[in-house]
């Protein structure tokens, strides 16, 4: 009796099997991968970068002269905390870092002034404007890394540089602007006022 056959068939549906198990297991992975990365895009950019933007353009729409018959009014709505805070989780915090993009509301809050009173305005919009041109940039960046760097929901991205930016105008501000006010935190320490 030859067994040659046996051997070929179990041998083919082993083979065929483990084939089948890979490519399962491979989908599998693909599939939350894919879930992931919707969740990530939904998460920071939809509910916080994008509502963001919205908000603040139309903040920025505040800020033009306003003609007859046009009456362009402060949005009535409540600044986005919410996506406040998920823009400061994608952005994260250096270690041993006080201050910086945790403060953005306040100065949200303190452009909000600057359109009720004109006080400020010029350097309100000014700072208004650059918040809106690194939102977008800071949203083309991380949907363009999230099909190649997002594999988990607590995947941190490099956006060191965006959070410098965003540090960067919030200083400006506070020299040119809130200084003599005082409404940023006093325990922020400015290594550029120093």
Not at 82 to 99: D, F, M, P, Q, W
Not at 133 to 143: D, K, N, Q
Request: hydrophobic letters at 40%; glycine letters at 4%; proline letters at 4%.
């Amino acid at each position: 009796m030859d067994i040659s056959p046996f051997i070929q068939t179990t041998f083919g549906a082993v083979v065929g099997g483990a084939v089948v198990l890979i490519t399962n297991r491979v989908m599998v992975r693909a599939e939350k991968r894919k879930e992931i990365q919707d969740w990530y895009e939904k998460t920071y950019i939809t509910e916080g970068v994008d509502r963001l933007l919205a908000y603040l353009t139309h903040l920025s729409l505040c800020f033009l002269p306003v003609t007859e018959g046009v009456n362009l009014s402060e949005p009535d709505v409540q600044i986005p905390s919410e996506a406040l805070t998920r823009i400061e989780i994608l952005l994260g915090k250096e270690k041993n870092s006080v201050g910086g993009v945790e403060y953005l509301g306040v100065y949200i809050a303190s452009i909000h002034k600057s359109v009720r009173t004109d006080e400020n305005a010029d350097s309100a919009i000014n700072m208004l404007f650059q918040l809106i041109e690194i939102l977008f940039e800071l949203r083309w960046y991380v949907l363009s890394l999230i099909p190649s760097k997002v594999n988990r929901k607590n995947q941190q991205l490099d956006v060191s540089d965006f959070r410098e930016r965003f540090e960067s105008i919030l200083r400006e501000y506070y020299v040119e602007v809130d200084k003599p006010r005082k409404l940023m935190p006093s325990r922020i320490v400015c290594k550029d006022l120093q």
